[in-house]
């Protein structure tokens, strides 16, 4: 009697764990599943949150290599919605709900592209004056004063006398009654570019009264 006693409460015992056991699967939701991208390959460090319906508790996860991830809920409820979302990628967000004795809820998603839309970016700023100091230098910093002293009379006012005044300009003599022109690093003279107040200038010559500054 005694034996038969004692195999009978060993069994009461393995008859109460197992259903403890049970009752512990049973409060615990496990919700797997793998993100993939819309080329089908596994989507890495993609945030998934679930939420539970009835309770309003998130828990967060976020995918591996392969695009896998596993989230537990203690004494789960077993209805939640499960949210996907990856940078450059349009978040997705459906229900997955418990509808049998399912120890695992699982979740898959694939992500489509997205483009990116940036908000409108306003800038106010105070619009400069244009420089009208005709001695300020150019940005390049080779512009050179040219000095009228130092051009013959009987060419004052030919602008190719007037550079090849500059150390480094060479004056290159017109032929046949055209222009003389000007040569810097050995440039041919179309290379040069004149300009007044600005404007191209396709003249040789300034009048020899003119006030003006040449550089």
Known sequence: MRIISFVGAIAIALASAAVVSTASAQDLDVIRGQVLGPDGKPLED????????????????????????????????G???VEFSALGYAARRF???????QEILVADAKLQRAAGLLETVKVNAQRDRPERNDNAPDIGGSERPVDN??????????????AASLPGVTLVPGQDGDPSGFSVLGLSPDQNNTTLNGLNFGGANLPRDANVTSS
């Open 79 to 81: 209805d939640y919605f």
């Open 95 to 101: 229900e997955v709900k418990r509808t049998a004795d």
């Open 149 to 162: 002293s130092a051009v013959p009379a009987d060419q004052q006012g030919d602008i190719a006398a007037m």
């Open 46 to 77: 993609a945030k998934v949150t679930a939420t539970s319906l009835s309770g309003n508790v998130n828990r967060t996860a976020r995918s591996d290599k392969n695009g896998r991830y596993t989230i537990t809920f203690p004494g789960g409820e």
